[in-house]
């Protein structure tokens, strides 16, 4: 029979997606099956859930969960068997996060797993519960409260910046036993902490690279958690994310006006047309496809953006997040008409465009957990332009002379994170770009370089035997 594994998941593409949380989740099942690991996500019923799921039958009821009845639903989207949480008092609303009850509705998520791990549903019961970011991480706590045999339990971590932390006063509301509010427990500064409780109490902890492992354990990134992360080295790993290469596949992508990489060209024109940029076939064109946060260096990106333009590049972005970020780079697009063209919002179809027709993508992030951006961009033969952390440095060869010698660049790296650094990195983008035959060497070796699911999906499958009982 194949091991069974709980996915316990805020979001999951292509229902509800914010970041590349959503992607993970729903690309991990189906790459998992070839590793006979049967793993069945766990989500709260959204309205975008319940829209698109079909075939729901009802596995478990809850006449109380935190508030009011609830039911576990399980069902299928697409070919992916999932659980979903239908809980009207907490879910029946569009935003995903930003409520005054996320305390109760993200503690739900992590107490139905926990039920769902000791048996609740006598046709899934897991061997693992695999909870991921601060939101599924209250599943760990509540099996290891809940005493007598568990499954065991991973935490990954997508991303230390997002903690969950509530007052301390909604101990006894999130059903936690008063013994649980101590440093070896979910109390972190005072406060409960799911994400710290979670990386406390999970019998094994997995981000999603490997220098991102390693830099979670340094006070530079690890965002106060730093000090129990090298505590529990020891069953600490990293395992990088892949990317869907049958959502991302570009000589099949619905997206693309030509899929022939031959023909890229009619692609980039289209992306230039799109974002209304001088339709210059001779322009190096830059593209980013990002939330706009501090985390991502998007206002690194605007800073630098006068020394980008003389470096004699054309930027694309299409970016959703911060307000005062977007408005600088509305500035910047306005300024510069025909040579920075901007996109806000989220928009699938851009992005798939953005990857098929830039000459280079620009990722310029502080930290990067893995990024799934640039493993698409190489995929698709646009040239990755990364700064040298987490996931980017893992996977982006550097055109460095040595590399470039021994003919294995993918990409260009650059540190510091500044935009000095940024501003720098693009012009040896623009100089390789100017060698013709050097620029293809370096996208044919990115479009074959390993971003499927395939190893990844094996290392997690031999994670979860190690640890199943
Ligand atoms: P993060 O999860 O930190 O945002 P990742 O690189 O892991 O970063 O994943 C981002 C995912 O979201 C990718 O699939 C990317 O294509 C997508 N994405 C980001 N911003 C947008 C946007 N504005 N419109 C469409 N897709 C976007
Ligand atoms: C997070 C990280 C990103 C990672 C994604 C999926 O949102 O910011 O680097 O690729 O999760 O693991």
Redesign the pocket.
Known sequence: MPLRVLSVVSELFPLV?T???A?VAGALPPALAAEDVAMRPLLPLYPAVAAAIIGAAPAWDLPDLFGGPARVLAARAGSLDLFAIEAPHLYARDALYGHDDDAQRFAALGAVAAGIGRGAIAGFVPDVVHAHDWQGALAPAYLHYGGGRRPATVMTV??LAYQGQFPAGLLAALGLPASSFAIEGVEYYGAIGFLKAGLRLADWITTVSPTYAAEIQTPAFGMGLDGLLRARAAVLSGIR?GIDTDVWNPANDAHLPARADTERPRNKAALQAALRLTADPDACLSGV???LTW?KGMDILADALPALLAAGTQLAL???GDTPIEAELARAAAAHPGRVGVRF????G??HLIQGGADALLVPSRFEP????QL?ALHYGAVPVVARVGGLADTVIDANEAALAAGVATGVQFAPVDAAALAAAVARTVALWHDAATWETIRANGMLAEVDWQRPAALYAALYRSLAV
Not at 370 to 373: A, S, V
């Open positions: 997606k970041g590349g949380l992607d997508h991303n994310n496809i990002s939330r985390q299409l970016g959703a919002g989220y928009d699938e851009l992005a893995c990024g799934l951006t698409c």
